[in-house]
């Protein structure tokens, strides 16, 4: 994935409001929901830490004096304000926990900056699989999370398997909480699944208006003739023009997947995706969509901020990728006929079974509390507080304050759909805070989907995922964490590789034939060879080893197994 993908998934990972429900007792989301015994913590109220510390239950209620937390979240592109005011989240925190959040943001160049200085504040949140982690854990300038919890928040919900898989093998000591983490036995036993950013949308009403069917759009040849009808229909919604599809640089390993690329050779050895006859056909695929005018030079430049705008507005008729698309629901709840389906997977040209990666199992966003944090205690209670289902609940379904638990499913509550359907954003604004997902577990709102009386976006996702998705899937883990140390001249060469990529990939897309952007390609490979990339993949291999042998597998691939 390109590295925001979650987010990136970009995005990127799945932060579109689903559906929820129903009335809250004071200061709570919804009443509480059981934690599953794989994450459950016992916080004996009234007993003392082994801090000495006598601590309350909930830990977050053990001092609820006014103190202001800073926290530095390593995305230019995310904003928001603590605001107990006028966001339902904010006030549900300070009033449980008495803290107040400054919210810092930047790019991964002041994350850096903050590293070399030892300027970090008292919490830290960026990509938990990138190198800055690794740095920051080996370079002492972060408290162990391990120690935190059982001195000052026992109740702090963390999936065992997350504290082993990120564990710091010089010192053992666990220091990072990864959201949307999924230990694959775990998520099946407490009755949760897997799930995939990589899956084709449509939009519905466009696609009965034009006579396009999805079967149509699962190959490649069907899909290009399905975006051609579009652009010679020359449609308009709301007055803003229909563009035949939104994809950029980084669909490009979402293609490849669906076209069937594999990650480990048949000795089990790592493979690099740019490599892979799969990726290249990915790429000639989208410099046709180029070509053709099925996308436009805007995607390669616009942000995600104005990708989620032009997706809510209606701006476009297919795309690829749920963190891309983030927007599609809103869309939905302004206009139930503009429903973007899931239309599943392509065929590509080897005709293997596509195998695809899921939300990623190592999860997104790593969390951490900084050596120079005023009061670790107070930081990790927080931690705590955002770790209980009702964090993962309000943010996906419903908002704080618009649902409660019936039978263990989030219902919503009549008034608060209706104020979702007038005004998505503003009633999203008002119900929840961005800062939610990054103590995410998502096996927690799977398990409190409503399974009745579900509409028609919410049907349709879950109905895609069985169909389309389920058995298609393999646990991403091993493969995600190979990146070389911060600070290496591998890591060094990495990230010089990943500067190149990112500019030839746009100039191999919008090449002006199918020969010479299999020309660029090739020479970018060479010029990857030349800037040390088989070096790059003799490590990668080795860390892909040891990954192994850590999850005790001998083939991590699928179709190896």
Known sequence: MLKKWKTVFAVICIAALLCGCGSTPSNTPSSKVEASSAVKSSAPEGEPASSGTTLASPSWKTDTSPITLEWFI???????????????????????????????????????VLINTDSLPDIVTYDVISTERLSMENGGLLLPLDDLREQYAPDFRVVPAMMDWYRN?????????ASY???????????????????????????????????????????????????????????VKVEPMHCGIGEATFFAEQFGLDREDENGNWLNIYRQPEYL???LFQNELYREGLISDEEFTMDNTL?????TSGAYFASVNVAATDGFKDLFYADNNALMLMIGHMKGDSGKTPIITPSVTGGWTGTEISKNCKDPARAVQLLAFMSQEENAISYYLGGVGCYDLVDGKAIIKPECEKEREADATAYNNRTRSGIQEYLIDFVDVELARPEENQDAQLKDELDARVKYMDGHYYDDKIFSDVQPDGGTDLAAISAQ???YWSQQAAQIIMAPSAEEAEKLYNDAIAQMDQMGMKELDEYRNERFQKNKEKMGVEFAWPRNQ
């Open 74 to 112: 390593g995305y230019d592109w995310a904003s928001f304000n603590f605001d107990p005011v006028n966001n339902e989240f904010d006030k549900w925190c300070l009033d449980e926990t008495g803290v107040t959040i400054s919210y810092s943001f930047g790019n991964q160049e002041k994350m850096n």
């Open 307 to 311: 990708a989620k705008q032009k997706v």
């Open 169 to 177: 093998e010089n010192d053992g000591h666990w220091y990072s909480y």
């Open 497 to 499: 590789i990943s500067d």
């Open 181 to 239: 983490f999924y230990d694959v036995e775990d998520t099946e036993s407490r009755g949760g699944y897997l799930t995939s950013h990589n899956t084709n949308f449509a939009r519905k009403d466009i696609m009965e208006q034009l006579g396009i069917k999805i079967e149509d759009m699962q190959t490649k040849e069907g899909m290009i003739a399905a975006l051609k009808k579009v652009k010679e229909a020359n449609l308009t919604y709301n007055g």
């Open 281 to 283: 056909e990915a790429l």
